[in-house]
């Protein structure tokens, strides 16, 4: 069984901030990580993913995640967010095939 | 590349209606995914295509809903006998392989009245 934990429902900053999302798995395999974002009223889209290899994940839009093992943890950052970084962020697990997701984290950019 | 395609963006059902939800995956993506979308249960995995074949539908309600795929260009998810608590945002998805980036479709948004 493999089980996502997004820790903070929501998230407020100020524009220019830094911000780390938080994401905790649990799975006794293989795993690849990933992150999604979703704006309102849209789909989802892929940020970045993790399966090997270096721990730290670049992504699109200066984002970018950290695996680690012992803390089964795969938090996303960001050094400097814009409004338009306001959406929904997901945390994904995947064993092999499907993915599970957490119940995401709500990101909002203040002016 | 069009991306993962769904159709309708929206439906209205009456209860006791049957909905069928399209999906036209990526040309080349051998795994097929349908996921469900509420705000109170969040994102729902359903059920799992590999190369047209079902491999996992340990998400899909027993009753009600069934997903096929008899082409490698389309899948359908058709839920029979609809009920309002099947209204969500459903969500189809394609990846080249397991373990490769997945991309969602829009999504169809159904309504069940």
């Known amino acids: 069984t493999q089980t996502v934990s997004q820790s903070d429902a929501h998230v407020t900053v100020f524009e220019g901030d830094s911000v780390e999302l938080r994401c905790n798995y649990s799975?006794?395999?293989?795993?690849?990580l990933s992150w999604y974002i979703q704006h309102h009223g849209h789909g989802l889209q892929f940020l970045l993913k993790?399966?090997?290899?270096?721990?730290v994940v670049q992504g699109v839009n200066g984002f970018e995640a950290e695996f680690s093992k012992s803390d089964s943890s795969f938090h996303l950052r960001k050094a400097s967010v814009h409004w338009s970084d306001s959406a929904v962020y997901f945390c994904?697990?995947?064993?092999?095939?499907?993915?599970?997701f957490g119940k995401g984290t709500v990101l909002l950019v203040s002016p | 590349n069009a991306g993962v395609i769904q159709t309708p963006r929206h439906k209205v059902t009456g209860k006791g209606q049957e909905a069928t939800l399209w999906c036209e995956p990526i040309?080349?993506?051998?795994?097929v995914f349908w996921y469900r979308q509420t705000i109170v249960q969040g994102l729902e995995f359903l059920t799992y295509?590999?190369?047209?074949?079902?491999?996992?539908d340990s998400g899909m309600p027993k009753e009600r809903f069934s997903a096929q795929m008899p082409n490698q260009s389309h899948s359908t998810l058709k839920i029979q006998s609809t009920q309002p608590q099947d209204s969500a945002v459903y969500l189809c998805?394609?990846?080249?392989?397991?373990?490769?980036?997945?991309?969602f479709g829009k999504g169809t948004r159904l309504t069940v009245v």
């Open positions: 998805a394609s990846s080249y392989r397991e373990n490769t980036e997945v991309f």
């Open positions: 799975y006794g395999g293989s795993i690849y």
């Open positions: 993790y399966y090997s290899g270096n721990p």
């Open positions: 994904a697990v995947s064993g092999y095939n499907k993915l599970t």
């Open positions: 040309s080349g993506h051998s795994a």
């Open positions: 295509f590999r190369n047209q074949a079902p491999i996992d």
